[in-house]
T-cell receptor, first 115, second 110 residues
Framework: KAGVTQTPRYLIKTRGQQVTLSCSPI?????VSWYQQTPGQGLQFLFE???????NKGNFPGRFSGRQFSNSRSEMNVSTLELGDSALYLC??????????????FGPGTRLTVL | LAKTTQPISMDSYEGQEVNITCSHN???????ITWYQQFPSQGPRFIIQ?????VTNEVASLFIPADRKSSTLSLPRVSLSDTAVYYC???????????WGAGTKLIIKP
């Protein structure tokens, strides 16, 4: 069974640009969550999507947005990039049939560098 | 406000048992506790999950006292490859909230 895949794996952008990251969950998983991880920092929760609806959101500015498609694939968009947005962006999927106790499976992440 | 607290770092030696404790004083009745392991530039990997008492799998044990205000991840006979960051996560089913600890950087020495 294929794991969570994220594309691209590495990305370099300049300040002011926007970026879209993609996540394909494990087959059969209906929930996708996004996290930001900066050097020396833990996991900062961005948002979670389930059945194409955002059902939980972390404390990030509106420049960070996401969406989920009917096939459960998800995209995350960051507009007007700032230097501080440089981070590893992680996507995690889970099946959702035992509520939140379902195990989250993480992808390898997208390393975003903003110059 | 729900919060999970764990030590920032720990050192140990190969062959030793390592215990990492996470404090979650505001844990609610239906919350679950999960631990993840993360290597540099990789996504976190699930280790173990529990609700109360003790859970054991092939890689770790999880001890949760009766009041559930803390939990201890136990790694038996660690090796150099166990050097990683370990995250404690409280899963709050009532409002879909995931309460992550800041992570414990475990360094195993030869």
């Amino acid at each position: 069974k294929a794991g969570v895949t994220q594309t691209p794996r590495y990305l370099i952008k300049t300040r002011g640009q926007q970026v879209t990251l993609s996540c394909s969950p494990i087959s059969g998983h209906r929930s996708v969550s996004w996290y930001q991880q900066t050097p020396g920092q833990g996991l900062q929760f961005l948002f979670e999507y389930f059945s194409e609806t955002q059902r939980n959101k972390g404390n990030f500015p509106g420049r960070f947005s996401g969406r989920q498609f009917s096939n459960s694939r998800s995209e995350m968009n960051v507009s007007t990039l700032e230097l501080g947005d440089s981070a590893l962006y992680l996507c995690a999927s889970r099946r959702i049939d035992r509520g939140l106790t379902d195990t989250q499976y993480f992808g390898p992440g997208t390393r975003l560098t903003v110059l | 406000l729900a919060k999970t607290t764990q030590p920032i770092s720990m050192d140990s030696y190969e062959g030793q048992e390592v215990n990492i404790t996470c404090s979650h004083n505001n844990i609610a009745t239906n919350d679950y506790i999960t631990w993840y392991q993360q290597f540099p530039s990789q996504g976190p990997r699930f280790i173990i999950q529990g609700y109360k008492t003790k859970v054991t799998n092939e890689v770790a044990s999880l001890f949760i006292p009766a009041d559930r205000k803390s939990s201890t991840l136990s790694l038996p006979r660690v090796s150099l490859s166990d050097t990683a960051v370990y995250y404690c996560l409280v899963i709050r089913d009532s409002n879909y909230q995931l309460i992550w600890g800041a992570g414990t950087k475990l360094i195993i020495k030869p």
